[in-house]
């Protein structure tokens, strides 16, 4: 079978090549052309992607190019970002695919929608905007389906096989066969529905998940307020057979978690406050981390305007360079609202908006506090790193923690996520020296 994959990002490349792993003759399209030259950007691609792209370009069923060719099945994988001015989704790349896909589609081809998009899209959105630019029906002479991705960057290829999928089609044929399509290359169960159900069904778990991480936020923020060990809490709670509470942090990042509940919240603005109220409430923990910085900054006796803050991580999660929507972005602008001089350490990103230190050492000297914003697992020995680290930085340093990954600073005026202001600079040096260990260079 021909496929045509539009958006060769995040899912799309993958995707791409996972049909043509499976036989089938695959085009992937973007319109942007430093996206089709697949052989440079496996060095920057997750392993287990690296190695599909170059399998995939080895057997030569994979091509790029940035016009549509006629196909039997068309997914597309574009980018459907929020536009805050307007509170909707941005559609303008679905609707550019679905132009370009109207211009060559045939009787029996079948056209299936991966973005995460608002409720209703497929059937009001595509379906009349296929049926007008191809002069076809869909369900009569074509097939429409929407088919959201399941897959967690980090993890990628494993998850785009073995992860449950679920397709809807404007009608039962349409769900056939685009669920025959995918059956080609996932392991896990294709659930078929109707196209509604499945665009709620992804709209539902994103939302789940943004609700959950401001239920975790909330929760640190009441502890940090009442001095109690938040984190230790929700430890402790998530011994409960039916709980299961995530971490906090300092702002939820990425292109679809912080993004999707919009969706839904503009979709029935009146009954969904609690879903806009958990919204909020990630993308005001920038904030708390920021003013907790600056309050730490002041507690240690420092003129706010003449310190230097190192930002731990521009990537919006660990062990993922990706940057979109990272916490690190947002908490820098308020710090440097207050004047605060910000730089930028990350073991992980490949490029950033900002210029960005490698050596954990190098980024500290002289530096006034340390705010660990992103859990690479190249932090996890920043513990051990802390007595080096407080030889380099000025007097009387703090540590800010957002990710709950250092304990105790002894030497630091240190404030902890969940838990609030929990060290003094005044409690003396660390007690071992650190065992210089791999991870942070
Ligand atoms: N986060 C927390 N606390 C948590 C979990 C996450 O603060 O307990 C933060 C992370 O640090 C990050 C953000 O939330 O900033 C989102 O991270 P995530 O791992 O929850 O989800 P994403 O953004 O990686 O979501 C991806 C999406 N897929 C792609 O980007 C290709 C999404 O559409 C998927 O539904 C999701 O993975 C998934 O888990 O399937």
Request: with cysteine; charged share 20%; net charge negative.
């Amino acid at each position: 079978m021909t496929c045509c994959v539009m958006g060769l990002g995040y899912i799309g490349l993958p995707t791409a090549a996972l049909l043509a792993r499976k036989g089938h003759e695959v085009l992937g399209v973007d319109v942007r052309p430093e996206m089709l030259d697949l052989a440079s950007r496996i060095e920057c691609a997750e392993p287990g992607v690296a190695g599909l792209i170059s399998e995939a370009l080895d057997s030569g069923r994979l091509r790029t190019g940035t016009s549509v060719e006629q196909a039997d099945a068309f997914l597309v994988c574009v980018p459907t970002p929020h536009d805050a001015v307007h509170s909707e989704a941005a559609l303008d790349d679905v609707r550019g695919a679905c132009e370009a896909i109207g211009a060559v589609l045939r009787p029996g081809d079948l056209v299936v929608i991966e973005s995460t998009v608002p409720p209703g899209t497929t059937r009001k959105v595509v379906r009349p905007l296929l049926e007008s630019r191809s002069g076809l029906r869909a369900g009569a002479d074509f097939f429409l389906a929407f088919c959201p991705e399941r897959a967690r960057p980090g993890n990628l290829l494993h998850e785009l096989v073995h992860v449950d999928r679920v397709v809807g089609g404007i009608d039962g044929e349409s769900t056939r066969r685009a669920a025959a399509v995918y059956r080609t290359f996932i392991e896990g169960d294709v659930f078929e529905t109707d196209c509604d159900t499945a665009e709620m069904t992804k709209l539902f778990e994103n939302t789940y998940v943004a609700v959950n991480i401001a239920l975790a936020n909330e929760m640190a923020m009441v502890a940090e307020h009442l001095g109690v060990d938040g984190l230790e809490a929700i430890r402790l709670a998530n011994h409960h057979p039916r709980v299961r509470i995530l971490n906090p942090g300092p702002g939820v990042g990425g292109h679809c978690i912080p993004v999707d509940p919009w969706f839904l919240v503009e979709s029935a603005p009146g009954i969904t406050a609690t879903i806009k109220a958990a919204l909020l409430t990630n993308e005001y923990m920038p904030i708390h981390v920021a003013h907790t910085t600056i309050l730490a900054l002041r507690r240690a006796g420092k003129k706010v305007s003449r310190t230097r803050v190192v930002l731990l991580g521009v990537t919006y999660k660990g062990d993922v360079a990706d940057t979109r929507a990272s916490p690190a972005t947002a908490i820098a602008k308020v710090l440097e609202a207050a004047n605060v001089t910000v730089t930028f350490h990350d073991p992980v990103v490949t490029e950033y908006e900002r210029p960005v230190e490698r050596d954990l050492v190098t980024a500290a000297r002289g530096a006034d506090a340390l705010v660990v914003v992103t859990d690479h697992s190249g932090y996890r020995n920043l513990p051990q790193m802390l007595n080096l680290l407080k030889g380099v930085m000025a007097f009387h340093p703090v540590l800010i923690d957002a990710r709950g990954i250092v304990a105790s600073a002894p030497g630091f005026e240190m404030w902890r996520i969940g838990a609030g202001m929990v060290g003094s600079a005044d409690a003396g040096p660390v007690a071992s020296e650190p065992r210089l260990v791999k991870g942070i260079s």
